[in-house]
């Protein structure tokens, strides 16, 4: 593990690890690929480790297959690489490279191994938020935060079900930095037995997927996912081939055969097919590539072979302590399509364009009637245009953020054995930055939550003393959840409490004008957005769509209409029938448990009734005593 400088040279590590490279703002640390040379902050006691190589190319024809082990060095290998960005969308084309599995360090000057926290940046599967952060401020509190890398876009997310594009690369990838983080991080001054992940955005939907898949068994043991969810619309892709299809078109195939998708997109060059992947329109919230259910060609190789609702309701998953929240305006996230793409005069005309993918119809009357619904529920009657600004960023924060992760916080608080924690950000101060241009808002916009977490200190001007409370309250809770699973901070006196079905507590951090201690810039609540998710319940109830896996192995070049004929309808989902009277009913397989069981009784009836009747919750009392007791 790595130790402090003295003022001349580098204490040698234990076990030889560390050595002395000439240069006392140096440090070698030695792995199993080589020595890798590090350097010590100037801003403080800590050692910086950047563009550390933690799997293989995957240009080539390993484009969108697994990552594969990483290169050994031939020379030292000096780690000073920053901002590597894997390829991603922009607004005026892409940036990035193709090889870009790389991860990066930063590591305490201590003799004793700490807690480890593991970034996962993101932005949408296909636009990552690549903003410089600043890790200073969460290693001052003796942890070692590791950033990685993962594949985004087609070159992450394309799911053909094929041996050439079995899909989740970018997951896959995630899953290989944290096995390197179990293998290596020691030497760099970290417990491989105490990982933390977190996560924002797609980085957060990211995080919760990991600990839903069997791949990440031994690699993880607490998670934060921040402004995004498993369950969010956008986070897994409904039907992998649709959007493929249209790419290949613009790239000048006109057929579907998954096989020669793979070819295609092999073959073509970045630019051209970064150019045709910008060319889409999508409205509904979804994203073009996304992670997938997939085929599972190797035993033990796929990343998820089942719904994020399915593995929660049959409680496959890390039981492990969980934080999860949202900001108070995530609708900002979709501010620049106001803009860029005239998002309002395209709802005001046709709404149910704008509907999410998680929610399926009998027909188009139906679609209609239930965005009329919508419509009234955010709009009224009115009209949607600038004056309807707020409105239209509620809608867009709901659906795609805040109901799905309340949601997660029931159907986990339900079905796990540890600690759910759930919090809602709404302090508005001059660190945040919105992302919405000119657009002007009250309250938390979506990323804002993040300057009080990666701010570096010496850069910040022009703040008060809440604005510095509320960055030690980030900051702590993060920290100390990180070292022991419970969110405690030092600032504040306020204890946050796990979430349940039962009680439903969340932690609300916000701007008080009257505020005389840290204290008042918390407070704990209970039934977070009652009214929204009694809505959303009903529309659910009726209509959820889970994700179903479209691909057979052995007929993977079937039409479209012949794939949704052949899915078959998983036991644990609910199950569509016909009556002898020809009317379509449906019905709620139960969960199964053991006899002398009765926790599992309990938690699997909230788990059934969870994603589909939210209400239930909002009066858990007489339906506890009425149902459960």
């Given at each position: 593990?790595?130790?402090?400088?003295?003022?001349?040279?580098?204490?040698?590590?234990?076990?030889?690890?560390?050595?002395?490279?000439?240069?006392?703002?140096?440090?070698?640390?030695?792995?199993?690929?080589?020595?890798?040379?590090?350097?010590?902050?100037?801003?403080?006691?800590?050692?910086?480790?950047?563009?550390?190589?933690?799997?293989?190319?995957?240009?080539?024809?390993?484009?969108?297959?697994?990552?594969?082990?990483?290169?050994?060095?031939?020379?030292?290998?000096?780690?000073?690489?920053?901002?590597?960005?894997?390829?991603?969308?922009?607004?005026?084309?892409?940036?990035?490279?193709?090889?870009?599995?790389?991860?990066?360090?930063?590591?305490?000057?201590?003799?004793?191994?700490?807690?480890?926290?593991?970034?996962?940046?993101?932005?949408?599967?296909?636009?990552?938020?690549?903003?410089?952060?600043?890790?200073?401020?969460?290693?001052?509190?003796?942890?070692?935060?590791?950033?990685?890398?993962?594949?985004?876009?087609?070159?992450?997310?394309?799911?053909?079900?094929?041996?050439?594009?079995?899909?989740?690369?970018?997951?896959?990838?995630?899953?290989?930095?944290?096995?390197?983080?179990?293998?290596?991080?020691?030497?760099?001054?970290?417990?491989?037995?105490?990982?933390?992940?977190?996560?924002?955005?797609?980085?957060?939907?990211?995080?919760?997927?990991?600990?839903?898949?069997?791949?990440?068994?031994?690699?993880?043991?607490?998670?934060?996912?921040?402004?995004?969810?498993?369950?969010?619309?956008?986070?897994?892709?409904?039907?992998?081939?649709?959007?493929?299809?249209?790419?290949?078109?613009?790239?000048?195939?006109?057929?579907?055969?998954?096989?020669?998708?793979?070819?295609?997109?092999?073959?073509?060059?970045?630019?051209?097919?970064?150019?045709?992947?910008?060319?889409?329109?999508?409205?509904?919230?979804?994203?073009?590539?996304?992670?997938?259910?997939?085929?599972?060609?190797?035993?033990?190789?796929?990343?998820?072979?089942?719904?994020?609702?399915?593995?929660?309701?049959?409680?496959?998953?890390?039981?492990?302590?969980?934080?999860?929240?949202?900001?108070?305006?995530?609708?900002?996230?979709?501010?620049?399509?106001?803009?860029?793409?005239?998002?309002?005069?395209?709802?005001?005309?046709?709404?149910?364009?704008?509907?999410?993918?998680?929610?399926?119809?009998?027909?188009?009357?139906?679609?209609?009637?239930?965005?009329?619904?919508?419509?009234?529920?955010?709009?009224?009657?009115?009209?949607?245009?600038?004056?309807?600004?707020?409105?239209?960023?509620?809608?867009?924060?709901?659906?795609?953020?805040?109901?799905?992760?309340?949601?997660?916080a029931l159907m986990r608080s339900a079905a796990s054995t540890s600690s759910v924690y759930l919090y809602q950000f709404s302090y508005d101060g001059p660190l945040g930055n919105p992302f919405v241009g000119p657009l002007s808002v009250v309250g938390a916009a979506h990323s804002e939550d993040l300057a009080y977490l990666f701010n570096d200190n010496e850069a910040i001007t022009e703040i008060d003393q809440w604005d510095e409370a509320v960055i030690d309250i980030m900051i702590e809770r993060w920290t100390n959840f990180a070292k022991t699973g419970i969110p405690t901070s030092d600032t504040t006196t306020n204890e946050w409490q796990p979430f349940t079905p039962e009680n439903m507590n969340f932690?609300?951090?916000?701007?008080?004008?009257?505020?005389?201690?840290?204290?008042?810039?918390?407070?704990?609540?209970?039934?977070?957005?009652?009214?929204?998710?009694?809505?959303?319940?009903?529309?659910?109830?009726?209509?959820?769509?889970?994700?179903?896996?479209?691909?057979?192995?052995?007929?993977?070049?079937?039409?479209?209409?012949?794939?949704?004929?052949?899915?078959?309808?998983?036991?644990?989902?609910?199950?569509?029938?016909?009556?002898?009277?020809?009317?379509?009913?449906?019905?709620?397989?139960?969960?199964?448990?053991?006899?002398?069981?009765?926790?599992?009784?309990?938690?699997?009836?909230?788990?059934?009734?969870?994603?589909?009747?939210?209400?239930?919750?909002?009066?858990?009392?007489?339906?506890?005593?009425?149902?459960?007791?």
């Amino acid at each position: 593990m790595i130790r402090a400088l003295s003022l001349a040279f580098l204490l040698v590590l234990d076990k030889g690890l560390g050595q002395d490279t000439g240069d006392q703002s140096q440090v070698s640390v030695t792995i199993g690929q080589g020595t890798v040379i590090g350097a010590r902050s100037p801003h403080g006691d800590y050692y910086e480790f950047y563009g550390i190589p933690y799997a293989d190319s995957t240009s080539g024809s390993h484009r969108f297959k697994a990552p594969s082990t990483p290169p050994n060095f031939q020379d030292d290998f000096v780690a000073n690489r920053r901002n590597i960005k894997c390829v991603h969308a922009t607004s005026t084309g892409y940036e990035g490279t193709e090889d870009c599995l790389y991860l990066d360090i930063v590591t305490p000057l201590e003799e004793e191994l700490l807690p480890v926290m593991v970034w996962i940046k993101g932005r949408e599967f296909d636009n990552d938020l690549h903003q410089e952060l600043s890790y200073r401020n969460l290693v001052e509190k003796d942890v070692v935060v590791v950033s990685l890398n993962y594949r985004e876009s087609i070159f992450g997310f394309l799911c053909l079900g094929t041996e050439a594009a079995p899909g989740n690369a970018g997951l896959k990838d995630i899953i290989a930095g944290l096995r390197w983080v179990q293998n290596n991080i020691r030497e760099f001054g970290g417990d491989p037995n105490s990982v933390t992940i977190f996560g924002h955005g797609s980085g957060a939907a990211a995080v919760d997927l990991v600990t839903l898949s069997p791949l990440s068994v031994g690699l993880v043991h607490r998670a934060i996912a921040q402004s995004g969810s498993s369950l969010a619309p956008w986070a897994i892709s409904r039907d992998p081939l649709e959007y493929a299809v249209l790419v290949a078109r613009t790239l000048g195939y006109e057929g579907n055969d998954p096989d020669t998708l793979s070819e295609i997109f092999t073959e073509t060059n970045v630019t051209n097919l970064m150019q045709a992947i910008n060319e889409l329109d999508l409205t509904d919230n979804s994203l073009a590539f996304a992670p997938c259910i997939e085929n599972e060609y190797v035993p033990g190789e796929a990343f998820m072979t089942y719904s994020p609702y399915k593995t929660l309701t049959e409680r496959d998953f890390l039981q492990i302590p969980f934080i999860i929240g949202y900001v108070e305006n995530e609708g900002t996230i979709r501010a620049h399509e106001i803009q860029d793409d005239d998002w309002l005069t395209k709802m005001d005309t046709s709404f149910s364009d704008f509907i999410q993918q998680d929610l399926e119809f009998d027909n188009e009357e139906d679609k209609l009637e239930v965005a009329r619904l919508i419509r009234s529920f955010y709009f009224g009657e009115e009209s949607i245009d600038m004056s309807a600004l707020l409105e239209y960023l509620s809608y867009h924060g709901d659906t795609m953020i805040l109901v799905s992760t309340i949601r997660e916080a029931l159907m986990r608080s339900a079905a796990s054995t540890s600690s759910v924690y759930l919090y809602q950000f709404s302090y508005d101060g001059p660190l945040g930055n919105p992302f919405v241009g000119p657009l002007s808002v009250v309250g938390a916009a979506h990323s804002e939550d993040l300057a009080y977490l990666f701010n570096d200190n010496e850069a910040i001007t022009e703040i008060d003393q809440w604005d510095e409370a509320v960055i030690d309250i980030m900051i702590e809770r993060w920290t100390n959840f990180a070292k022991t699973g419970i969110p405690t901070s030092d600032t504040t006196t306020n204890e946050w409490q796990p979430f349940t079905p039962e009680n439903m507590n969340f932690l609300h951090i916000f701007n008080n004008e009257e505020a005389q201690t840290a204290d008042d810039l918390e407070y704990i609540l209970v039934q977070p957005h009652s009214e929204v998710m009694r809505f959303w319940d009903q529309i659910y109830f009726d209509h959820f769509k889970d994700v179903e896996p479209i691909w057979h192995v052995d007929d993977l070049d079937v039409t479209e209409s012949e794939r949704d004929d052949e899915i078959d309808v998983e036991e644990d989902a609910d199950v569509v029938t016909e009556d002898p009277e020809g009317e379509e009913t449906v019905t709620e397989e139960p969960i199964e448990c053991e006899e002398d069981d009765p926790d599992c009784d309990s938690a699997s009836t909230a788990v059934g009734y969870t994603f589909l009747i939210v209400s239930l919750f909002y009066l858990l009392s007489e339906f506890h005593q009425k149902q459960l007791l």
